[in-house]
């Protein structure tokens, strides 16, 4: 997806009481948009034609403005974000809905319903063009800071949250604000880099408050995994409300097996991908999933050792209580 607004994301909440279904105008709307230019072509007069549009336009902004529903999934790619004005005293908040207008326009009128939140931003460095106010490709660490402020005045009906960006920097950035507010309704967080693995900071309790039910930490560079120290801070920080977990060739092979294993008791699904099956069982001698009901197990690449990997889940999994 690479509209900054996700059409296809969008749902009608649909009536318990029996009523039939609402009909389903975001899909029609470039239906609709050809009718209003039909109804200018059939027009004789330009007062007209503007007069039909003035209408169908308006009938429109009523239904976007009072269906807050509609407002709930947006993507964010950074190719319509703007220069960073000069410092000032202003508001912060007014800062970035000027730096991000499409995404507050978007934004706003979501009220308080739950709403998806889906960062792609895994793009090369910025690439300015003088006199231009637009940034083309990319958004400076600055860019990251003012949307972290813009998104933490929404973070208390945030119920999705998909990052991918191109350095844990920048995910550093990104969280800079959110990390300090509470997000009541967060079911599902997922940070993702090209370059780097996330920074622990992103995960730690003492400034960070996400809670999330839904952790994927997945597929970062060989030589910048973290260690199953860093590993175990993040999730023991989170055990309480995680609920469903995957780890995907993240485990630091070089790194010392721990004193003990550390219980994540509301774990049901969890997914395992690595490469090589030492991965395996070095995640399932660190931690113990007691409530696991769930299991999926991906090798990738040219992984072997499969018979190892399983000898590991029968030696350390409750595999009696796995749903078939």
């Given at each position: 997806?690479?509209?900054?607004y996700?059409?296809?994301?969008?749902?009608?909440?649909?009536s318990?009481?029996g009523?039939?279904?609402a009909?389903?105008y975001?899909?029609n709307?470039?239906?609709?948009?050809?009718?209003?230019?039909?109804?200018?072509?059939?027009?004789?007069?330009?007062?007209?034609?503007s007069?039909?549009?003035?209408?169908?336009?308006?009938?429109?902004?009523?239904?976007?403005?009072n269906e807050?529903h509609l407002?709930t999934?947006?993507t964010?790619t950074?190719?319509?974000?703007?220069?960073?004005?000069?410092?000032?005293?202003d508001?912060?908040?007014?800062t970035?809905?000027t730096?991000?207008?499409?995404?507050?326009?978007?934004?706003e009128?979501?009220?308080?319903?739950d709403?998806?939140?889906e960062?792609?931003?895994d793009?090369?460095?910025?690439?300015?063009?003088?006199?231009e106010l637009?940034?083309?490709?990319?958004l400076?660490?600055?860019?990251?800071?003012?949307?972290?402020?813009?998104?933490?005045?929404?973070?208390?009906?945030i119920?999705?949250?998909?990052a991918?960006?191109?350095?844990?920097?920048?995910?550093?950035?990104?969280?800079y604000?959110?990390r300090w507010?509470?997000m009541?309704?967060?079911?599902?967080?997922?940070?993702?880099?090209?370059?780097d693995?996330?920074?622990?900071?992103?995960?730690?309790?003492?400034i960070?408050?996400?809670?999330?039910?839904?952790?994927?930490?997945?597929?970062?560079?060989q030589?910048?995994?973290?260690?199953?120290e860093?590993?175990r801070d993040i999730?023991?920080?989170?055990?309480?409300?995680?609920?469903s977990?995957?780890?995907?060739?993240?485990?630091?092979?070089?790194?010392?097996?721990?004193?003990?294993?550390?219980?994540?008791?509301?774990i049901?699904?969890?997914a395992?991908?690595y490469?090589?099956?030492q991965?395996?069982?070095l995640?399932?001698?660190?931690?113990?999933f007691?409530?696991?009901?769930?299991?999926t197990?991906?090798?990738?690449?040219?992984s072997?050792?499969?018979?190892?990997?399983f000898?590991?889940?029968m030696k350390?999994l409750p595999?009696?209580?796995?749903?078939a």
């Amino acid at each position: 997806m690479s509209s900054v607004y996700n059409m296809n994301g969008l749902e009608l909440v649909q009536s318990n009481q029996g009523h039939p279904p609402a009909k389903d105008y975001i899909n029609n709307l470039p239906e609709e948009l050809l009718e209003i230019f039909a109804f200018g072509a059939l027009s004789t007069r330009d007062t007209a034609f503007s007069f039909r549009v003035s209408t169908t336009c308006r009938l429109w902004r009523f239904f976007a403005v009072n269906e807050a529903h509609l407002w709930t999934s947006l993507t964010i790619t950074g190719h319509a974000a703007r220069f960073i004005p000069e410092p000032s005293r202003d508001d912060p908040l007014e800062t970035a809905q000027t730096v991000f207008p499409r995404e507050d326009l978007i934004l706003e009128p979501s009220a308080d319903s739950d709403i998806d939140l889906e960062i792609l931003l895994d793009s090369q460095p910025p690439r300015f063009i003088p006199g231009e106010l637009w940034v083309p490709y990319s958004l400076t660490d600055d860019h990251f800071l003012r949307l972290s402020c813009l998104l933490t005045s929404h973070a208390h009906h945030i119920r999705s949250f998909f990052a991918t960006v191109r350095s844990c920097f920048l995910l550093t950035y990104l969280c800079y604000e959110l990390r300090w507010t509470v997000m009541p309704r967060l079911k599902k967080w997922e940070l993702s880099c090209s370059r780097d693995v996330a920074y622990k900071e992103c995960f730690d309790n003492e400034i960070c408050k996400i809670a999330p039910v839904q952790l994927c930490l997945a597929y970062q560079p060989q030589d910048k995994r973290p260690s199953m120290e860093t590993l175990r801070d993040i999730l023991s920080n989170n055990m309480h409300t995680l609920e469903s977990l995957e780890l995907a060739c993240v485990v630091d092979l070089d790194s010392p097996p721990t004193a003990f294993r550390l219980d994540l008791p509301h774990i049901r699904s969890l997914a395992l991908g690595y490469i090589s099956p030492q991965e395996v069982q070095l995640v399932l001698q660190a931690f113990a999933f007691p409530a696991i009901c769930k299991l999926t197990i991906q090798p990738h690449g040219e992984s072997k050792g499969t018979v190892y990997v399983f000898y590991n889940l029968m030696k350390y999994l409750p595999l009696n209580q796995l749903q078939a």
